[in-house]
């Protein structure tokens, strides 16, 4: 006999969040959320809604009504290309895109994504090695990446970087801006750094791992 | 001195709360006091409502007693009840003009967040109105008789229904419309919601009566091109273009069609939107009114080349109505009120790429598909695709062109009903699976909602989404050769693809690309679309700011046929109303010019938009004809030494005024 | 061309990494057509599309940086990566619509001793091709017509969306380049579908699938190339054909060539200058008197 | 901030459109400046220059003329006449030691009830930004006589 389990499904007002909808309209895109049709034209759109668990529609549906903990855990904030596909059809005016941005910005502030999950690592490796180099140097920065999330894939992505070596499309030692420059570059940054960490707002959500997903977590999905 | 010669002044100021709508934000008690303190002022209240009958007692009673000859009301805006209030002062017993409107809701307590600006506002108004209305004299209007001729411009639907309204009242109509055939789009239909009365069964009686109606007199292939006068005395000039066929002597018989050279049709029919193929001498369409052919110079071979065996002049014979000689002719009307009915356009879908409109055959609007599945259409009912095949699947998209930033923001009303009209069309012709894709579904009004009902259980699906785009990238081999829906299911929370074989575009409805020539031409007010704006939308619906002008029809926004049917009929009885009056009273804020104070200078007379004022040249003065005057006050502004005055917006009375708001 | 034309060249990260062909046929092309590129001295990465995701206003100072050095020198500025293209264009936009991020923005710049004005002209070089070597003169300079080599054109996103096609350019216009070379201009449906970006490097199945889709598409069309206008595309589609190969079973080879390499074998340039044998699935195709010649696509390497 | 300065703008609004929009603006409930108190003129055609100097010596700080836009006039051209004036008013104004800025002519129609909320709550910064407008006694004078 199969066991049926039961799956709650209800959602108390006490467990919402209505302040997350607040912070994502005072950034630059995401004001005109409360005006969303719910008309799924983003979803439909979206060359990556298929693989979603929740479609950017259901985002900002949810997002309008406090739904914090289930949008920023989101594995879709991460699957967005940023094709902005979306963004161009709204009916409303929406810039989707941006919306994903700024909860991807919501979750790495606030530590919520999958652990070991390359993304917000590549971003944070990203940001650190421009601020090195005021460039980007891909040998380093998936280097980087790699041995933070799946030292194990280093495996199987050698083949590509050797037959990008090859015909000399793979540089071990990056461009860089010159000197003085590197420096004001820099300091430019930390101007921003500083004016934003006050800014930043205590987080009320509890800091989550989320499910632990390793990149190659997504495959069940892929064969939709 | 003042405008009441020697008489003192005694002013009665009221403010009116408007329920909560002033009184919210202004503070009417301090606002009301205030104003007793000003000079002048003997009485100064404030009430709930001063447009009711209550409130407009309070002033007859307080002029009796307090002897007013002055009365300042503060409420809303003039376009709104200045007449209400000059009739109760002249019920009062004082000239109406004796009186002055300070509008302190649209521009005071409903755009303000602070209550304290609020009454500070309101009380420079208030003072700036007692101040002015202080110079104010006694003035009488202008009475016009108004020309009983009614000028009706485009004929669909509400056009036609609002001139056999018209006619039938005894009234002489001008139809004037700019296709060959009245009819309008309603004549392109088949079937029309909810009921599935066919739109022919019910138009084409109307239309035959248009033409029978000696008071009609019907101008197609005609374009108003002028337009002077005023309310009452409108001077229209009509273009008319040739049709090169005599109206007069034609018979309707069609023989000529038959034997023109071309023994096909060749050309696209405008009326069947290119579905169908006409000759260069055709029928609009079965049902035309009138019922004469017209020859399109652009592709009939006598006009190109002269060489033309002229079959069809021949089997006319003697009747003799073919004319190629006919050129644009202008005629010109006389007519004392003017309804505007010249209905909408559909969107083009080109302007949104992503549904393959013009790109995949077999993507249609919406109107297209009201001529194919129309018994007398180019395929007679039949629908088949233009690759020739028969659908097994179709998809109908909702809101193409409407509830979209990108496009248009408003929901044009008629198309979530056409849309379900359509679906059960199809599917009975087809017998193939249809799916309306929508955002919200619209069916407010009689019978509509019972209409969905009926199409629900016809097993049509309905997904609530708004369709992506249309490809043919078939992920599969279900999917090869079909046209491709993406979209997100919103209530079952999936995203789907959808193949289906034809596709439904349920176009906006949009205003008339020259609505704005038009609009200029008879100096309307347009809305951010293009829609011709209403005197008021709810309680002056159908009349417009120039006085007798009224609308009919979707040239004032989206609307389906029965309330089109039901303005045009208010537009026709708002137009007789003033023509059974006979006379209508204007606005006595005409020019004048004091002979002694005129220089001579001759500056107002090049500065009148009308050829008011001409300069005597015995006398050395300019001299102004009031007839002619409209009251623009250009001339007054322009006069250096104050010899033009306007009545109502004399110098005293605006510099008075300033000097109040200056507070 | 009677006169020379400059423009600051504002190469981005990959067109001096894995990118090096694209610059190399885009200078080789260029040189050609008598049109200079001057590298935008001291740029700095425009922060991808990555950078938006830690943060916002660093992200637009990183692109605004950019615009405040080229506003000095005044020319025109030449983004060859669609990424940079985008990025910079929308940094443009939002700093004119969002006082806020533009004060955040000044202060951070004013801060190095820059200004940014608003004032850069911001165009991808095929915009540039197509404006001012126009279709006719692109024709006129063609050596070596492309004669029945079938081209799939792939924009991907970012050329396509918002900020860019304010040029007031549409994808159909692009288009017409590639019949301006003799080729076959394939109509490729997907030609603005996103091809996944950086997830094959992160979420490589999804990506690999997007992919996928792209390659199978094009294959179907019957294109021999599909060109690109855009650097990381170029190597996305071209790198992972291989293991695509293996996880679907079906043929997918394609060469991927960008946009300037197949321009340049259609002015007679060499091969060398075009880098055309950094490609990593090399274009087989030869120039043939008469007839119908074919590409022959290779298989990977 | 000019320490709580208040401006006081006339506006000339004429009956068919500016005036209409600022209808509009109301029924929309629209929120924006208190400074413009509205005189309503049949067309803008009727504000002479010497209303205009009035305002300004009776205090006001700024002075706003709306009319119809070019074409659209109620009475053809009245508003071009306005353009033609107020042109030749602000070189006086300089004279008088008034900042042109502080008068301004817009084109705003019956349905454009965002555009003149825009317009007033600019205008009114605009001239919060300018201070309060002082005329020397000797020039006001001479503004009366003009
Ligand atoms: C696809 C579709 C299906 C619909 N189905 C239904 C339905 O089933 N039931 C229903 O109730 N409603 C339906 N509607 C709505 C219906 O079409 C309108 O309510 C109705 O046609 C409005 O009539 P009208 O006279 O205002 O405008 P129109 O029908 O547009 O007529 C305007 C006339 O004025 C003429 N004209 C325009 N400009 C000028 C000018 N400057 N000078 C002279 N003449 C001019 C035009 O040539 C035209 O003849 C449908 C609409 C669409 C788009
Ligand atoms: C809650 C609610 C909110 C609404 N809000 C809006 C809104 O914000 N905007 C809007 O446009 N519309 C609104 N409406 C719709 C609006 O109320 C109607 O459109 C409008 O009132 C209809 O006017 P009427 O004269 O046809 O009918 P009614 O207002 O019903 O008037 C009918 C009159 O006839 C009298 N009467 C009835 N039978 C007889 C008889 N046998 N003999 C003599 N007298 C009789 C009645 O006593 C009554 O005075 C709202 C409706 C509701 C229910
Ligand atoms: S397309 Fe825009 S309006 Fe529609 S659901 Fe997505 S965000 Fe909302
Ligand atoms: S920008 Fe992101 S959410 Fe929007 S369509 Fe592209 S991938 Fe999907
Ligand atoms: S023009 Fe002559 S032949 Fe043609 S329909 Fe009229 S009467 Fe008949
Ligand atoms: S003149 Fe010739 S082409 Fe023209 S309508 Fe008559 S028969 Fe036809
Ligand atoms: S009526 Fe229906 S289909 Fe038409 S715009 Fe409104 S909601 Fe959309
Ligand atoms: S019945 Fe009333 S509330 Fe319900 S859908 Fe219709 S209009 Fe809306
Ligand atoms: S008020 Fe206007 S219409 Fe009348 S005379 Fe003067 S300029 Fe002419
Ligand atoms: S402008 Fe004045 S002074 Fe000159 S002619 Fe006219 S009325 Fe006389």
Same mark, same amino acid.
């Given at each position: 006999?199969?066991?049926?389990?039961?799956?709650?499904?209800?959602?108390?007002?006490?467990?919402?969040?209505?302040?997350?909808?607040?912070?994502?309209?005072?950034?630059?895109?995401?004001?005109?959320?409360?005006?969303?049709?719910?008309?799924?034209?983003?979803?439909?759109?979206?060359?990556?809604?298929?693989?979603?668990?929740?479609?950017?529609?259901?985002?900002?549906?949810?997002?309008?009504?406090?739904?914090?903990?289930?949008?920023?855990?989101?594995?879709?904030?991460?699957?967005?290309?940023?094709?902005?596909?979306?963004?161009?059809?709204?009916?409303?005016?929406?810039?989707?895109?941006?919306?994903?941005?700024?909860?991807?910005?919501?979750?790495?502030?606030?530590?919520?994504?999958?652990?070991?999950?390359?993304?917000?690592?590549?971003?944070?490796?990203?940001?650190?090695?421009?601020?090195?180099?005021?460039?980007?140097?891909?040998?380093?920065?998936?280097?980087?990446?790699?041995?933070?999330?799946?030292?194990?894939?280093?495996?199987?992505?050698?083949?590509?970087?050797?037959?990008?070596?090859?015909?000399?499309?793979?540089?071990?030692?990056?461009?860089?801006?010159?000197?003085?420059?590197?420096?004001?570059?820099?300091?430019?940054?930390?101007?921003?750094?500083?004016?934003?960490?006050?800014?930043?707002?205590?987080?009320?959500?509890?800091?989550?791992?989320?499910?632990?997903?390793?990149?190659?977590?997504?495959?069940?999905?892929?064969?939709? | 001195?003042?405008?009441?010669?020697?008489?003192?002044?005694?002013?009665?100021?009221?403010?009116?709360?408007?329920?909560?709508?002033?009184?919210?934000?202004?503070?009417?008690?301090?606002?009301?006091?205030?104003?007793?303190?000003?000079?002048?002022?003997?009485?100064?209240?404030?009430?709930?409502?001063?447009?009711?009958?209550?409130?407009?007692?309070?002033?007859?009673?307080?002029?009796?007693?307090?002897?007013?000859?002055?009365?300042?009301?503060?409420?809303?805006?003039?376009?709104?009840?200045?007449?209400?209030?000059?009739?109760?002062?002249?019920?009062?017993?004082?000239?109406?003009?004796?009186?002055?409107?300070?509008?302190?809701?649209?521009?005071?307590?409903?755009?303000?967040?602070?209550?304290?600006?609020?009454?500070?506002?309101?009380?420079?108004?208030?003072?700036?109105?007692?101040?002015?209305?202080?110079?104010?004299?006694?003035?009488?209007?202008?009475?016009?008789?108004?020309?009983?001729?009614?000028?009706?411009?485009?004929?669909?639907?509400?056009?036609?229904?609002?001139?056999?309204?018209?006619?039938?009242?005894?009234?002489?109509?001008?139809?004037?419309?700019?296709?060959?055939?009245?009819?309008?789009?309603?004549?392109?239909?088949?079937?029309?919601?909810?009921?599935?009365?066919?739109?022919?069964?019910?138009?084409?009686?109307?239309?035959?009566?248009?033409?029978?109606?000696?008071?009609?007199?019907?101008?197609?292939?005609?374009?108003?091109?002028?337009?002077?006068?005023?309310?009452?005395?409108?001077?229209?000039?009509?273009?008319?273009?040739?049709?090169?066929?005599?109206?007069?002597?034609?018979?309707?018989?069609?023989?000529?069609?038959?034997?023109?050279?071309?023994?096909?049709?060749?050309?696209?029919?405008?009326?069947?939107?290119?579905?169908?193929?006409?000759?260069?001498?055709?029928?609009?369409?079965?049902?035309?009114?009138?019922?004469?052919?017209?020859?399109?110079?652009?592709?009939?071979?006598?006009?190109?080349?002269?060489?033309?065996?002229?079959?069809?002049?021949?089997?006319?014979?003697?009747?003799?109505?073919?004319?190629?000689?006919?050129?644009?002719?202008?005629?010109?009307?006389?007519?004392?009120?003017?309804?505007?009915?010249?209905?909408?356009?559909?969107?083009?879908?080109?302007?949104?790429?992503?549904?393959?409109?013009?790109?995949?055959?077999?993507?249609?609007?919406?109107?297209?598909?009201?001529?194919?599945?129309?018994?007398?259409?180019?395929?007679?009912?039949?629908?088949?695709?233009?690759?020739?095949?028969?659908?097994?699947?179709?998809?109908?998209?909702?809101?193409?062109?409407?509830?979209?930033?990108?496009?248009?923001?408003?929901?044009?009303?008629?198309?979530?009903?056409?849309?379900?009209?359509?679906?059960?069309?199809?599917?009975?012709?087809?017998?193939?699976?249809?799916?309306?894709?929508?955002?919200?579904?619209?069916?407010?009004?009689?019978?509509?909602?019972?209409?969905?009902?009926?199409?629900?259980?016809?097993?049509?699906?309905?997904?609530?989404?708004?369709?992506?785009?249309?490809?043919?990238?078939?992920?599969?081999?279900?999917?090869?050769?079909?046209?491709?829906?993406?979209?997100?299911?919103?209530?079952?929370?999936?995203?789907?693809?959808?193949?289906?074989?034809?596709?439904?575009?349920?176009?906006?409805?949009?205003?008339?690309?020259?609505?704005?020539?038009?609009?200029?031409?008879?100096?309307?007010?347009?809305?951010?679309?293009?829609?011709?704006?209403?005197?008021?939308?709810?309680?002056?619906?159908?009349?417009?700011?120039?006085?007798?002008?009224?609308?009919?029809?979707?040239?004032?926004?989206?609307?389906?046929?029965?309330?089109?049917?039901?303005?045009?009929?208010?537009?026709?009885?708002?137009?007789?109303?003033?023509?059974?009056?006979?006379?209508?009273?204007?606005?006595?804020?005409?020019?004048?010019?004091?002979?002694?104070?005129?220089?001579?200078?001759?500056?107002?007379?090049?500065?009148?938009?009308?050829?008011?004022?001409?300069?005597?040249?015995?006398?050395?003065?300019?001299?102004?004809?009031?007839?002619?005057?409209?009251?623009?006050?250009?001339?007054?502004?322009?006069?250096?030494?104050?010899?033009?005055?306007?009545?109502?917006?004399?110098?005293?009375?605006?510099?008075?005024?300033?000097?109040?708001?200056?507070? | 061309?009677?006169?020379?034309?400059?423009?600051?060249?504002?190469?981005?990260?990959?067109?001096?990494?894995?990118?090096?062909?694209?610059?190399?046929?885009?200078?080789?092309?260029?040189?050609?057509?008598?049109?200079?590129?001057?590298?935008?001295?001291?740029?700095?990465?425009?922060?991808?599309?990555?950078?938006?995701?830690?943060?916002?206003?660093?992200?637009?100072?990183?692109?605004?940086?950019?615009?405040?050095?080229?506003?000095?020198?005044?020319?025109?500025?030449?983004?060859?990566?669609?990424?940079?293209?985008?990025?910079?264009?929308?940094?443009?936009?939002?700093?004119?619509?969002?006082?806020?991020?533009?004060?955040?923005?000044?202060?951070?710049?004013?801060?190095?001793?820059?200004?940014?004005?608003?004032?850069?002209?911001?165009?991808?070089?095929?915009?540039?091709?197509?404006?001012?070597?126009?279709?006719?003169?692109?024709?006129?300079?063609?050596?070596?017509?492309?004669?029945?080599?079938?081209?799939?054109?792939?924009?991907?996103?970012?050329?396509?969306?918002?900020?860019?096609?304010?040029?007031?350019?549409?994808?159909?216009?692009?288009?017409?380049?590639?019949?301006?070379?003799?080729?076959?201009?394939?109509?490729?449906?997907?030609?603005?579908?996103?091809?996944?970006?950086?997830?094959?490097?992160?979420?490589?199945?999804?990506?690999?699938?997007?992919?996928?889709?792209?390659?199978?598409?094009?294959?179907?069309?019957?294109?021999?190339?599909?060109?690109?206008?855009?650097?990381?595309?170029?190597?996305?589609?071209?790198?992972?054909?291989?293991?695509?190969?293996?996880?679907?079973?079906?043929?997918?080879?394609?060469?991927?060539?960008?946009?300037?390499?197949?321009?340049?074998?259609?002015?007679?340039?060499?091969?060398?200058?075009?880098?055309?044998?950094?490609?990593?699935?090399?274009?087989?195709?030869?120039?043939?008197?008469?007839?119908?010649?074919?590409?022959?696509?290779?298989?990977?390497? | 901030?000019?320490?709580?300065?208040?401006? !006081? $703008?006339? =506006?000339?609004?004429?009956?068919? #459109?500016? /005036?209409?929009?600022?209808?509009?603006?109301?029924?929309? +409930?629209?929120?924006?400046?208190?400074?413009?108190?509205?005189?309503?003129?049949?067309?803008?055609?009727?504000?002479?220059?010497?209303?205009?100097?009035?305002?300004?010596?009776?205090?006001?700080?700024?002075? !706003? $003329?709306? =009319?119809?836009?070019?074409?659209? #006039?109620? /009475?053809?051209?009245?508003?071009?006449?306005?353009?033609? +004036?107020?042109?030749?008013?602000?070189?006086?104004?300089?004279?008088?030691?008034?900042?042109?800025?502080?008068?301004?002519?817009?084109?705003?129609?019956?349905?454009?009830?965002?555009?003149?909320?825009?317009?007033?709550?600019?205008?009114?910064?605009?001239?919060?930004?300018?201070?309060?407008?002082?005329?020397?006694?000797?020039?006001?004078?001479?503004?009366?006589?003009?």
């Amino acid at each position: 006999m199969s066991r049926v389990s039961f799956v709650r499904k209800v959602k108390y007002e006490k467990e919402l969040q209505r302040d997350v909808a607040a912070e994502v309209i005072a950034t630059p895109g995401g004001e005109k959320i409360l005006s969303c049709l719910q008309c799924g034209t983003c979803g439909g759109a979206c060359p990556l809604s298929v693989y979603m668990d929740h479609t950017p529609r259901r985002l900002i549906g949810m997002l309008r009504e406090g739904f914090k903990q289930e949008v920023v855990e989101s594995f879709a904030i991460w699957l967005c290309a940023s094709c902005y596909e979306c963004t161009v059809l709204c009916p409303a005016g929406i810039k989707v895109t941006d919306v994903m941005y700024a909860l991807k910005r919501i979750a790495i502030h606030e530590g919520i994504y999958p652990r070991r999950f390359p993304i917000p690592v590549l971003a944070k490796e990203f940001m650190e090695m421009l601020k090195g180099t005021g460039r980007n140097n891909e040998f380093w920065l998936v280097l980087r990446v790699l041995l933070k999330t799946a030292p194990m894939k280093l495996l199987t992505s050698w083949p590509l970087g050797l037959r990008l070596w090859r015909r000399g499309r793979m540089c071990l030692i990056g461009s860089r801006i010159p000197k003085p420059a590197g420096a004001d570059l820099r300091r430019m940054l930390e101007v921003l750094e500083h004016g934003n960490a006050s800014d930043v707002k205590p987080s009320n959500v509890t800091p989550s791992q989320g499910p632990d997903l390793l990149p190659g977590g997504a495959v069940s999905r892929v064969n939709a | 001195m003042n405008g009441n010669g020697n008489k003192s002044v005694k002013i009665g100021v009221y403010v009116c709360h408007c329920g909560t709508n002033i009184a919210g934000k202004v503070d009417v008690k301090a606002l009301a006091e205030s104003a007793a303190g000003l000079p002048g002022v003997v009485v100064s209240r404030e009430y709930k409502y001063m447009c009711s009958d209550p409130g407009q007692d309070l002033i007859v009673k307080d002029t009796k007693q307090f002897g007013l000859n002055r009365i300042v009301v503060a409420s809303c805006s003039p376009h709104l009840h200045e007449l209400t209030f000059r009739k109760t002062t002249a019920n009062a017993g004082e000239n109406p003009y004796l009186f002055h409107l300070v509008n302190i809701r649209e521009h005071v307590s409903w755009v303000s967040d602070d209550p304290a600006a609020a009454t500070e506002k309101a009380k420079a108004l208030v003072k700036a109105a007692v101040a002015r209305v202080f110079w104010h004299q006694e003035l009488q209007p202008r009475r016009v008789p108004v020309n009983p001729s009614v000028l009706i411009v485009g004929g669909g639907i509400a056009g036609i229904h609002a001139a056999l309204t018209l006619a039938s009242a005894g009234k002489p109509v001008y139809l004037v419309e700019r296709k060959p055939s009245i009819g309008g789009h309603m004549a392109q239909f088949d079937k029309t919601f909810p009921t599935l009365d066919c739109a022919a069964c019910i138009l084409t009686p109307k239309m035959t009566s248009v033409k029978q109606q000696p008071n009609i007199h019907l101008m197609t292939l005609a374009e108003v091109s002028e337009v002077s006068g005023f309310v009452g005395n409108f001077k229209v000039k009509v273009k008319r273009y040739p049709r090169y066929i005599d109206e007069a002597k034609c018979v309707g018989c069609g023989e000529c069609i038959e034997m023109c050279v071309y023994k096909e049709g060749k050309y696209p029919n405008d009326f069947d939107l290119g579905l169908g193929k006409r000759k260069p001498i055709y029928m609009p369409f079965p049902q035309a009114v009138p019922p004469v052919p017209l020859i399109d110079p652009a592709t009939c071979i006598e006009f190109k080349s002269h060489k033309c065996p002229k079959g069809c002049v021949e089997v006319c014979g003697d009747r003799d109505a073919i004319d190629f000689s006919q050129t644009v002719k202008e005629v010109e009307l006389e007519v004392g009120t003017i309804i505007m009915a010249t209905g909408f356009k559909t969107f083009e879908p080109r302007r949104l790429p992503q549904y393959g409109y013009g790109k995949f055959p077999n993507v249609y609007t919406s109107l297209e598909v009201e001529r194919l599945v129309n018994a007398s259409g180019p395929t007679l009912g039949q629908v088949v695709l233009r690759d020739g095949r028969r659908p097994e699947a179709i998809g109908i998209l909702h809101c193409i062109g409407s509830r979209d930033e990108n496009t248009n923001r408003y929901c044009s009303r008629v198309c979530c009903m056409y849309s379900l009209k359509l679906a059960h069309l199809l599917k009975e012709k087809t017998g193939a699976h249809v799916y309306n894709f929508y955002i919200d579904m619209r069916t407010p009004g009689k019978g509509f909602e019972e209409f969905y009902k009926r199409v629900l259980e016809d097993g049509v699906s309905f997904i609530r989404g708004k369709v992506a785009g249309v490809t043919t990238w078939a992920q599969s081999p279900a999917e090869e050769g079909k046209l491709i829906l993406r979209v997100e299911d919103t209530l079952l929370g999936v995203v789907r693809r959808i193949p289906v074989d034809m596709v439904v575009l349920s176009v906006a409805m949009e205003a008339q690309a020259d609505a704005e020539n038009v609009r200029r031409l008879f100096n309307l007010g347009c809305s951010a679309e293009g829609w011709f704006l209403e005197r008021h939308p709810k309680l002056a619906p159908v009349d417009t700011f120039t006085d007798g002008i009224f609308l009919a029809g979707c040239c004032q926004g989206p609307k389906d046929i029965p309330d089109t049917v039901a303005q045009a009929g208010a537009a026709a009885a708002q137009s007789m109303s003033l023509i059974d009056k006979g006379y209508v009273e204007m606005e006595p804020n005409t020019a004048w010019i004091e002979e002694e104070l005129c220089s001579g200078c001759h500056v107002c007379v090049a500065m009148c938009p009308y050829t008011a004022i001409h300069f005597d040249a015995d006398k050395k003065v300019a001299v102004l004809n009031e007839a002619l005057c409209k009251g623009c006050g250009t001339c007054v502004a322009a006069c250096p030494s104050g010899a033009a005055q306007q009545n109502l917006f004399r110098d005293e009375q605006l510099f008075a005024e300033v000097e109040g708001v200056l507070v | 061309m009677a006169s020379t034309r400059a423009y600051t060249y504002f190469p981005g990260c990959c067109m001096h990494g894995f990118a090096r062909h694209c610059q190399d046929s885009l200078y080789a092309v260029f040189e050609d057509l008598g049109l200079e590129l001057r590298v935008l001295p001291e740029w700095n990465c425009c922060g991808a599309t990555t950078y938006m995701s830690v943060d916002e206003h660093q992200a637009f100072a990183l692109a605004a940086r950019n615009l405040a050095l080229a506003e000095q020198i005044g020319l025109e500025i030449l983004a060859p990566c669609t990424a940079c293209f985008m990025i910079l264009k929308k940094a443009q936009d939002y700093l004119a619509r969002y006082p806020e991020i533009r004060a955040k923005v000044d202060r951070a710049l004013s801060a190095i001793g820059l200004r940014y004005q608003g004032t850069a002209r911001i165009y991808h070089p095929l915009e540039i091709l197509l404006r001012d070597v126009g279709l006719k003169g692109l024709k006129a300079r063609v050596k070596q017509p492309l004669r029945g080599l079938n081209v799939a054109p792939y924009y991907g996103c970012l050329i396509a969306r918002p900020y860019a096609l304010s040029n007031g350019v549409t994808l159909e216009a692009f288009d017409q380049f590639i019949p301006a070379l003799g080729a076959n201009l394939v109509d490729f449906e997907l030609k603005a579908h996103c091809c996944g970006g950086s997830l094959t490097g992160t979420i490589e199945d999804v990506g690999r699938r997007l992919v996928y889709i792209l390659l199978r598409q094009a294959k179907r069309a019957k294109a021999d190339v599909m060109v690109t206008v855009c650097p990381l595309c170029q190597l996305n589609l071209e790198a992972h054909q291989g293991k695509i190969q293996r996880q679907y079973g079906e043929d997918v080879t394609i060469p991927i060539p960008y946009f300037t390499q197949l321009i340049g074998m259609a002015l007679g340039l060499s091969d060398k200058s075009l880098a055309l044998e950094k490609l990593l699935v090399p274009i087989r195709w030869q120039p043939v008197e008469k007839g119908a010649a074919a590409a022959q696509p290779a298989t990977a390497a | 901030m000019s320490d709580g300065f208040n401006p !006081l $703008i006339v =506006g000339f609004f004429c009956n068919w #459109c500016t /005036y209409l929009a600022a209808d509009l603006a109301g029924t929309s +409930r629209m929120k924006y400046a208190p400074n413009v108190r509205v005189v309503r003129t049949m067309c803008s055609g009727r504000v002479d220059p010497q209303m205009i100097l009035w305002a300004f010596s009776h205090g006001a700080d700024g002075v !706003l $003329i709306g =009319g119809c836009h070019p074409g659209d #006039c109620h /009475y053809q051209e009245g508003n071009y006449k306005a353009l033609r +004036r107020t042109a030749l008013l602000r070189k006086m104004l300089t004279q008088f030691g008034i900042e042109p800025e502080r008068l301004r002519l817009e084109w705003i129609s019956a349905s454009e009830a965002e555009r003149l909320r825009d317009v007033v709550n600019e205008f009114s910064e605009q001239i919060r930004g300018l201070g309060p407008l002082h005329l020397r006694p000797d020039v006001r004078e001479e503004v009366v006589a003009a």
